[in-house]
């Protein structure tokens, strides 16, 4: 049976529609930083990464992955962009692995986004009273009563502020998530941190379910990033230790079409759980959606019964 015309036209836009509501995401575009990626097999033909350089007691394993600290007591390992990082907008979505062979195990590691690089400390490897944005995955707890470990934290230096290790940076936390269960995942462990420069600051994480992103914190107005700075990881092992693996690094330069303000993406994305909209939007979409499915069966019902008068008109 072949539905009228207006049949078919309204089963069309109500396609068209859900499709659109279903894909309502942000309008920001990307185009993939190749200089602050990082991928198997990790080094040139030379031995060397044409855009990261790495030290201490870093391991590359070119068929696996990158190792921050191997399991092993009184380790620092680090890995730096060569570039800063110059975007105005961005994302840098990483995959790494945290794992060992102890029951007691730590301390973690760190993503920066600094005007410091390369040089090694006592913040997870890294320097301290750094200028810029540092990302904890805290392992081991010291001192944050009420707190579930491993823990997810950001802190905003600003060339003075110091880390206190013996409290888990609790007074200079911007924001944070506990992870339980990010470490030894059955998944592979991601992080995904979008930063809008003046507007928003948000990190998500894949460690329960493939595919499936858990928000862990989203700020509006984030203090400003350096103008330059440099992408990079380091990792620490004290008495207690861990391997710190980086499996891949995927960074994106975000904009949106020319003469069109940047909007962050708000709301609940397909595949991220841990928030949603504020707007009622989604009510909206779910309301329409069944006005014009109530519309398209009324507009087939009205086709189906004229179709079948006039083939019994054509029997006599």
């Not at 303000?261 to 779910?286: A, C, L, Q, R, V």
């Not at 179709?307 to 006599?316: D, E, L, P």
Request: aromatic share 12%.
């Amino acid at each position: 049976m072949r539905l009228p015309s207006m049949s078919a036209a309204l089963v069309a836009t109500l396609a068209w529609t859900i499709r659109g509501a279903d894909d309502h995401r942000s309008d920001l575009k990307s185009i993939t930083l190749r200089t602050h990626s990082l991928e198997q097999p990790y080094l040139d033909s030379d031995m060397q990464s044409r855009w990261f350089d790495f030290g201490g007691d870093t391991i590359v394993r070119t068929d696996s992955y990158v190792r921050l600290t191997s399991d092993r007591p009184s380790q620092t390992g680090w890995l730096f962009s060569r570039v800063p990082l110059t975007a105005t907008n961005w994302e840098v979505e990483v995959e790494f692995m945290i794992s060992g062979k102890n029951q007691l195990y730590g301390d973690g590691f760190a993503m920066w986004i600094t005007k410091q690089r390369a040089q090694q400390g006592p913040v997870f490897g890294s320097t301290d009273r750094f200028e810029g944005l540092g990302i904890f995955i805290d392992t081991y707890k010291n001192n944050r009563p009420g707190i579930v470990f491993p823990y997810v934290m950001a802190m905003f230096g600003d060339g003075q502020k110091s880390y206190d290790k013996n409290t888990d940076g609790k007074d200079q936390e911007l924001a944070g998530c506990s992870a339980r269960g990010i470490r030894h995942a059955s998944v592979p462990t991601k992080m995904r941190l979008t930063y809008i420069q003046d507007k928003q600051l948000r990190l998500e994480l894949q460690y329960k379910t493939e595919d499936e992103w858990e928000l862990c914190f989203e700020t509006d107005h984030p203090p400003a990033i350096p103008n330059i700075a440099y992408l990079g990881f380091s990792a620490e092992t004290g008495e207690l230790s861990d391997n710190h693996d980086i499996i891949s690094v995927s960074a994106k330069n975000l904009y949106s079409a020319p003469g069109a303000p940047i909007t962050p993406n708000k709301g609940k994305n397909k595949g991220t759980k841990g928030y949603s909209s504020k707007d009622g939007g989604s009510w909206t979409w779910f309301f329409t959606k069944i006005f014009l499915f109530v519309l398209v069966a009324g507009g087939a019902y009205v086709g189906f019964t004229a179709y079948r008068a006039k083939a019994k008109s054509h029997r006599f």
